[in-house]
């Protein structure tokens, strides 16, 4: 009896550390693995929020990196044209992170904000144009300011 109570109480605190995306954000359409890829075909700039590690491991083929907890603010620069459509996604729905960047952007003034909350791992199973290996984001960025 004690064992199990240990093992329940044990489990409680790791319960919350996986929070589920929410559905929706206020401000963004959210779109899906199919929706995500005819919009990464008319050319839509996609937005990786994960962080490095999981970024060179494979993501959204021409992807940008803007890791959440380090680069993602600078899409809030003037510099940007804010009719760029943003895409942007993390590593599935139990990654709230792409829904907190989605809200920023939408903050920021972004008119065409595309929350992908299946994210990565969608678009994997779809088998959809992925890459990966090294961030070039400061290039993609600079085409975006000119």
Not at 56 to 82: C, E
Not at 107 to 124: I, K, L, M, P, T
């Amino acid at each position: 009896m004690v064992r199990v109570l240990i093992l329940l109480l044990c489990m409680v605190p790791l319960s919350g550390l996986t929070r589920e995306a929410p559905q929706e954000v206020h401000g963004a359409l959210t779109v899906n693995a199919h929706q995500a890829k005819r919009l990464h075909e008319l050319g839509a700039m996609f937005v990786d929020i994960r962080p490095m590690r999981e970024w060179t491991w494979g993501h959204v083929q021409g992807a940008l990196h803007l890791d959440l907890a380090t680069g993602f603010g600078i899409l809030a620069s003037q510099n940007i044209p804010r009719s760029v459509p943003l895409v942007i996604y993390c590593d599935s729905e139990i990654c709230p992170g792409s829904a907190q960047a989605a809200r920023m952007a939408v903050a920021w003034g972004y008119r065409q904000v595309f929350y992908f909350r299946d994210g990565y791992f969608a678009w994997q199973l779809e088998d959809f144009p992925q890459e990966k290996g090294s961030d070039d984001t400061y290039t993609a960025l600079s085409a975006l300011v000119r």
